[in-house]
């Protein structure tokens, strides 16, 4: 079936604008997590949805970034008035509820400008 | 707090030969999983093996194969007759059930012809 898809592949913005990255999950995962992946942070954790249950939010860096899950399939990362710091590999994993297994989709490069 | 570390930034293996990629972790948990992940140019991570913490025995796909010792928390990969394919960002990865990943740093294989 079907991988996790991101979009857009790539993003170039200018600093200050704000950013709308977009994840969909395998069908029928109900957990969706985020990542970030940048050259002097490795990969971090940002966010993560499971099923109908408060997000687990303690990943994420600044008050800039959120993120929403509709209808407990597709997410949406959302970086408010960016910075260039903020430049990075997005990616989106998602697994089964109660299995360990994170499967990723190929992930959104954020360029700011 | 969870951490993994490779102590390995690059390695370099002749086609057809095996190589041993490095790991080691820390957590305080008794029920986790631990993944290595392959990550070509391409971006997509992709799952090599995954080894559950419960298990004594190594887990094996393929030509990859891992060397699990857990009372020295040490997780290392082994790729047997590599191939052109196989060369890499390889990332070890530690989950304590239904949680997020913590990656370590990532070995970037290369693969001589």
């Known amino acids: 079936g079907a991988g996790v898809s991101q979009s857009p592949s790539n993003k170039v913005t200018e600093k200050g604008k704000d950013v709308e990255l977009r994840c969909d999950p395998i069908s029928g995962h109900t957990a969706l997590y985020w990542y970030r992946q940048s050259l002097g942070q490795g990969l971090e954790f940002l966010i993560y949805?499971?099923?109908?249950?408060?997000?687990?939010k303690s990943g994420l860096p600044s008050d800039r970034f959120s993120a929403e899950r509709t209808g407990g399939s597709v997410s949406t990362l959302t970086i408010q008035r960016t910075q260039q710091e903020d430049s990075a590999v997005y990616l989106c994993?998602?697994?089964?509820?109660?299995?360990?297994?994170?499967?990723f989709g190929p992930g959104t490069r954020l360029t700011v400008l | 707090a969870q951490t993994v570390t490779q102590s390995q930034p690059e390695m370099s293996v002749q086609e057809a030969e095996t190589v041993t990629l490095s790991c080691t972790y820390d957590t305080s948990e008794s029920d986790y999983y631990l993944f290595w992940y392959k990550q070509p140019p391409s971006r997509q991570m992709i799952l090599v093996i995954r080894?559950?913490?419960?298990?004594?025995q190594n887990a094996t796909e393929n030509r990859f194969s891992v060397n699990f010792q857990k009372a020295a928390k040490s997780f290392s990969l082994k790729i047997s007759d590599s191939q052109l394919g196989d060369a890499a960002m390889y990332f070890c990865a530690l989950q304590s059930s239904g949680d997020k990943l913590t990656f370590g740093t990532g070995t970037r294989l290369a693969v001589r012809p």
């Open positions: 080894q559950e913490a419960y298990k004594q």
């Open positions: 949805f499971q099923g109908n249950s408060a997000p687990d």
């Open positions: 994993a998602s697994s089964q509820q109660g299995a360990p297994t994170q499967y």
